[in-house]
């Protein structure tokens, strides 16, 4: 399976033609350029998961994973060694699909959204750049290679949030981006170094032999990289980034924000799963409970929000914690035993990515048409833009968990596997789907029925969008509504034998009674065009509506440990003593070394006569030094 | 006597004296029109021989004329690196070579600096000291000549005059250490003089008068005065052959003697080596502070390289000398094209080689201020670029063996070092000019060498490959 380097390296090529080439491209064939790429390898990436899976399962029952093709490319000892590689197993065959396709709609849906923009070539050099990282993260062969390309899509993220380089809020959240989630990456460096130094090895399987030496330490090391992971996951606290990473273009959120780059938290401890299972079970369990957390904390704060954006953004942050809690409440490798929840979270993970996807192409569509994030300025546009009312609908009801979507069905293997693990954790994260259906229906209502905003719409009327932008929506919808019944549990699960997914209609029938009071409830409140209940209910609890809003000022607590305590009394002194007394001593040196050169400038004085004496004299001198030593 | 051993080992040497005589008979030939198609012909015939002789035909050592004559795949591979390097000299003398008053005496600068190539190989497959002298006479004499090339020029003259003076002095020296060893050792074979070594007061003077003449070749300090000056007044092409070819095959020679004669005296020569890295690095670091030329700051620069170069000969150890010729690698990748530009600068340009002159050349030219621009970031050991993972893998290597300290300074330098060849780059990129030099197009062949030294100085340190096939070789040692 040699050819799937070409995976890798084509959107490589990519990234550099049209990065190098830039504004001497026309911006139509920079797009193409990036589009057939893409679109070739997600040709590949198909082609690999038909030839992967169709080879079949090997004797133990399950599917064998394969290096496709390994590199060393910096050893250290024989074990220890830093590789560029690629590997098949499930979940990165998986990843492979769901990257590859939705960064093909979003490449095509870009032609039509970024139509126009100043800087189209450089965009396309940048999805190029990220897709291929993307790529190169989840087909790692060990740790380390993981790392690199981990830190390429931080990057990739950062250089595409800044796209509208000249908007101020633009600037600081890539900033913000970067910052937050490369302070997190420190974490996941750490526990990378305890790893390879105590079980000697960056693989992901060092043996049996190796971990047992380094049992004491994997905790640890585990714990420390699911900072790394938290940090892009966007799990509570270190969430902050991912709202303001809104300001990138719209299908940049979609693509990077949405689908693919803050799952890998999530594919992080899925691909370190065996090890957590094995020697950090409890690690695990915390990670549980930060997500289950952060699902409901940012469940509550989407209620309140008025940039549609916004709202999507904290829906993704409470589902990427649903992925996150499903994992963590595992208790062994079987999945009949405890270990549903590994296949359930990389269920949704893969319906999430379709329909996220499709919610924020739609989102895209919406604002294209009304040029504007906020609610106020939509309500009513049902009329204007039929297919994109049609597509959103259905990504609502499949992030709501209505059957026979997508999203039912993953939704419910993780609360199954969440009532296995303990009645509470089930009852909360089945109280955190009815909100999501809640807040989501919210939203439908406020974009697409409720109010109109009448004068807006008569100066500027909304229009659908272009087909470059609406056949993407129908493509990913379409995958929404059949996805829930691909038999994924044949596919990947956590101890790699078949296992099939049969529907628990208890845990079915209360989720779709919640899902159904969400929506029913949401209906009650702001679909018609005078929304009493809602604006009671928020002039009643104001404080806790203002403080939801606020997103519970937890940035403001950020910037007040940043700046207050940690600028004020850290930095400012360190600083002083860093401009006074360590550039003071540089000064003297650097002054020091341009006299000294000074003083001994006399030595080439273009005599050669002085010349011949100083070759002597040293080697004299050199003769004397030996002697005496 | 044997011959069939003679074309065994030393087909690398015959091939290049078949390609000497070739280039000698066409001159003689060609007569005018015939020139004109001297380049391309040389360009084939060292590509031929390049490809002919890179690669070690034999794993094991070998010895010829009664142990003269050694034979080792190391030896082979670092042979072939010099060979690249000339190379590339001769595709970026094309420019220089075409002009008026050098076309008629093209030949001669072909025959010169092969004629001092094959000095070089013999010094570096040398198991005789007398077979090492006439090496290394075989490549000083002709690069006299090649200094002095321009030699209507003041400056060349001069500088021929300093070299062949310096070196003829260096040369003295060198015998007069040998001689010492003849008397103590009573033999000058390599593998029997071992035997007789004790570190004795004579032979102490005699190693350091033997290293000083390579000291010289190298332009270790206080044996450099020469360098300065030299490399000013010698043509441009002379000067990068002479700052890459000539030291690499020097430093390799001397590590070579120094591993395998000097073994018993191995602690006297590293303190030796100590007091001259030190000496070496921080003088040279000191004057190319104050440079205003930048073929005189290139000259320091180069010979606070050599420094750097003898930290891997320090280390006395297998992966010193994989360290070393990987480093003699590099820098010749990043040194040859920052000479480049000077050179195809100064050949457009009339001849500005002043930093001053450099002064918004970012403006006029950006794609030779960039690749100027790798080559200094290379030379300074910044990474991505080669010279980072070069450097790195030199002070390994020392810092290996114990020499802590050194590493430390060694590394101080470094940080000064960034300071002038920074500066460099700050004249072309950040510097205003009113009157920069202006736009050209230099020709093909300077543009194949530069291409050539671009990739090495991007590629080499991330591909480990590389490092990893020399070393697999000098193990070999």
């Known amino acids: 399976m040699e050819y799937t380097i070409l995976i890798l390296l084509l959107p490589l090529l990519s990234f550099v033609f049209t990065g190098l080439l830039g504004k001497r491209l026309k911006p139509s064939v920079a797009g193409w350029i990036g589009t057939i790429v893409t679109a070739a390898v997600a040709f590949l990436s198909y082609w690999t998961a038909i030839s992967y899976f169709g080879a079949g399962r090997d004797a133990s029952g399950v599917f064998p994973t394969q290096v496709a093709w390994n590199a060393v490319w910096l050893p250290f000892t024989e074990n220890l060694h830093i590789d560029i590689g690629f590997l098949l197993d499930p979940i990165s065959v998986m990843m492979l699909i769901v990257i590859s396709t939705v960064s093909l709609m979003v490449h095509i849906y870009s032609f039509g959204y970024m139509k126009g923009e100043k800087g189209f070539q450089r965009y396309y050099a940048f999805l190029s750049l990220f897709t291929m990282s993307m790529l190169g993260l989840v087909v790692a062969t060990n740790i380390f290679q993981m790392y690199i390309f981990w830190e390429l899509v931080g990057v990739s993220s950062y250089l595409l949030i800044g796209f509208y380089y000249t908007k101020k809020e633009a600037i600081a959240a890539s900033k913000k981006a970067f910052i937050v989630t490369r302070f997190a990456d420190l974490g996941f460096l750490i526990g990378i170094l305890i790893y390879g130094y105590y079980t000697g090895s960056f693989s992901f399987e060092p043996g049996s032999e190796a971990l047992g030496m380094a049992k004491t330490m994997l905790p640890l090391a585990l714990g420390l990289m699911f900072i790394g992971g938290a940090g892009k996951s966007a799990m509570f606290p270190l969430h902050i980034w991912l709202p303001d990473a809104m300001e990138g273009p719209t299908p940049v959120s979609a693509l990077i924000h949405a689908a693919t780059m803050v799952v890998a938290g999530v594919y992080l401890v899925a691909r370190m799963f065996p090890l957590f299972i094995g020697y950090a079970p409890d690690v695990l369990h915390i990670t549980a409970y930060v997500g289950a957390f952060t699902a409901l904390y940012a469940a509550i704060v989407a209620c309140v929000q008025s940039d549609i954006k916004r709202v999507l953004a904290f829906s993704t942050i409470s589902q990427i914690g649903f992925m996150i809690v499903a994992l963590g409440v595992c208790t062994s490798a079987d999945p009949h035993e405890g270990g549903l929840g590994y296949m359930a979270s990389m269920f949704h993970l893969f319906t999430h990515a379709m329909f996220k996807a499709l919610l924020f192409l739609g989102a895209g569509c919406i604002i294209h048409a009304v040029h504007s994030n906020e609610m106020s300025a939509m309500g009513g546009l049902r009329k204007y833009m039929p297919v994109t009312h049609i597509t959103f609908l259905i990504a609502c009801l499949a992030i709501a968990g209505i059957w026979p979507l997508s999203g039912f069905f993953s939704k419910d293997e993780i609360l199954a596997a969440c009532f296995d693990f303990s009645p509470w954790m089930g009852a909360l994260m089945t109280f955190i789907a009815g909100l999501t259906a809640f807040y989501m229906f919210r939203l439908y209502y406020s974009i697409f029925w409720g109010k109109e905003n009448k004068e807006l719409h008569a100066e500027h009327r909304p229009h659908e969008a272009p087909a470059s932008m609406t056949v993407p929506l129908i493509f990913l919808a379409a995958v929404t509504l059949v996805a829930g019944w691909i038999p994924f549990g044949e596919f990947v699960s956590s101890d790699g034998q078949a296992y099939h997914i049969h529907i628990d209609w208890t845990v079915a029938g209360i989720s779709l009674c919640v899902a159904f009071i969400g929506i029913a409830l949401a209906t009650w409140m702001y679909l018609r065009e005078d929304r009493k209940v809602a604006d009671g209910l928020a002039s009643r609890f104001s404080g806790l509506y203002k403080a939801a809003y606020h997103r519970f000022y937890i940035d403001e607590i950020y910037q007040f440990v940043t700046h207050k305590i940690i600028f004020a009394c850290i930095s400012t002194p360190i600083a002083w003593f860093d401009r006074h007394v360590v550039d003071g001593f540089m000064n003297l040196l650097g002054k020091g070394t341009v006299s000294a050169s000074g003083a001994i400038r006399g030595m080439q004085s273009g005599n050669i006569q002085k010349y011949t004496v100083w070759f002597l004299g040293g080697a004299l001198g050199l003769i004397v030094v030996l002697l005496l030593f | ?477």
């Open chain 2, 1 to 477: 006597m044997d011959f069939s051993q003679i074309f065994t080992y030393m087909y690398a040497e015959i091939a290049l004296i078949a390609v000497i005589v070739t280039v000698f008979l066409y001159d003689l030939i060609s007569g005018k029109r015939g020139r004109r198609f001297f380049h391309p012909v040389m360009c084939v015939l060292m590509t031929a021989f390049i490809a002919a002789t890179i690669v070690p035909y034999h794993d094991g050592t070998g010895e010829t004329f009664g142990g003269m004559f050694v034979y080792t795949p190391v030896f082979n591979i670092l042979k072939g690196i010099l060979a690249v390097g000339t190379l590339i000299v001769f595709l970026q003398a094309d420019s220089w070579l075409r002009r008026d008053d050098t076309e008629f005496k093209r030949g001669e600068f072909y025959v010169l600096t092969l004629s001092t190539l094959l000095g070089m190989y013999f010094m570096i497959s040398a198991g005789h000291f007398l077979m090492f002298f006439l090496g290394m006479e075989l490549a000083s004499v002709p690069m006299a000549c090649l200094v002095a090339f321009d030699k209507y020029k003041n400056n060349s003259a001069e500088a021929g005059a300093k070299y062949i003076l310096s070196a003829l002095f260096a040369s003295g020296l060198m015998l007069f250490g040998i001689s010492f060893f003849y008397g103590t050792c009573g033999t000058l074979y390599f593998n029997d003089m071992t035997a007789h070594i004790d570190g004795s007061p004579l032979q102490i003077m005699a190693m350091v008068f033997f290293f000083s003449g390579l000291g010289f070749k190298i332009s270790l300090v206080p044996f450099h005065l020469w360098t300065a000056d030299t490399y000013q007044g010698a043509p441009t092409s002379v000067t990068s052959y002479l700052s890459v070819i000539s030291k690499g095959a020097a430093a390799f020679a001397l590590m070579v003697i120094l591993m395998k004669v000097f073994a018993p005296m191995v602690h006297d020569w590293q303190l030796m080596l100590w007091i001259v890295i030190v000496l070496s690095i921080t003088v040279a670091n000191l004057f190319a502070l104050r440079q205003k030329d930048l073929k005189r700051f290139l000259a320091f620069s180069s010979i606070s390289q050599a420094g750097y170069i003898m930290l891997a000969v320090i280390s006395g150890s297998a992966i010193g000398m994989t360290s070393l010729i990987f480093y003699i690698l590099v820098y010749m990748a990043a040194n040859l094209a920052a000479f480049g530009v000077i050179g195809t600068v100064e050949q457009n340009s009339g001849g500005k080689v002043g930093m001053d002159d450099y002064n918004g050349f970012y403006r006029t030219n950006p794609k030779l201020a960039v690749v100027m621009m790798l080559a200094l970031f290379s030379l300074a050991g910044i990474p991505p670029f080669a010279g980072f993972f070069s450097k790195f893998f030199i002070f390994a290597a020392a810092f290996e063996q114990g020499f802590h300290i050194l590493v430390f300074i060694a590394l101080i330098n470094t940080v000064i070092s960034l300071y002038y060849y920074l500066l460099v780059v700050k004249a072309m990129f950040i510097n205003r000019n009113d009157s920069p030099i202006a736009a050209f197009r230099s020709d093909c062949s300077t543009r194949i060498g530069l291409l050539v030294c671009l990739a090495g100085v991007l590629v080499l340190g991330i591909v480990s490959s590389v490092y990893d096939c020399i070393n697999m070789f000098s193990f070999g040692m």
